[in-house]
């Protein structure tokens, strides 16, 4: 009897740490105003410090306006930004320029509810590959062992890593 109701327990846990981190994409997105990208499963040549910031945001159509940018890994320079928007349905979200396109989805695979937030695309030119986003000052997190076993579970290895430990998001111009 014991046993089976440490595995009525066990099974409630799973689900509502499956329930916790795999809807609350809008509340990481809109709960923080400054992203850094991680790393990726594919690359971008020399670009490092990939970051996003929200400009504004629609909690009724839950769409975010933000500005992405990066560093030029040769030159140091930030590049950018350029203007998108996000539009978050569940655990999907698009981006698309904000002069309106196609856009890319991504489908958040995994989220400890801090800096390990794991997005997988799932249409588009980025259609299954992943990136690992972190808030702002959550970085570490992003770069630990428990976050980098569960982007391992989910994803292919990451290829790139352009985030650096002087990496800044820019004010805006």
Known sequence: MACKFALVVFCLFVVGYVDAT???LWKILSGNEKFHLVSRT???????CAYMKVTSKDE???TLQTLMGYRDGNTQKYMGPGSYTITVNGD???????SG????TYKLEYSDGKGCNILKGQAGQRDGECELWAPQGQEAD????TCTAK???????AVQKPYKDNCQIPDAK
């Open 142 to 145: 992003a770069q630990g062992d």
């Open 151 to 157: 982007f391992g579970e989910h994803c292919a290895a």
């Open 22 to 24: 795999s809807d609350d």
């Open 60 to 62: 009724g159509t839950h």
């Open 101 to 104: 396109s196609a856009g890319v």
């Open 92 to 98: 999907q979200m698009t981006v698309r320029l904000a």
């Open 42 to 48: 594919y690359s971008m040549g020399n670009n490092e």
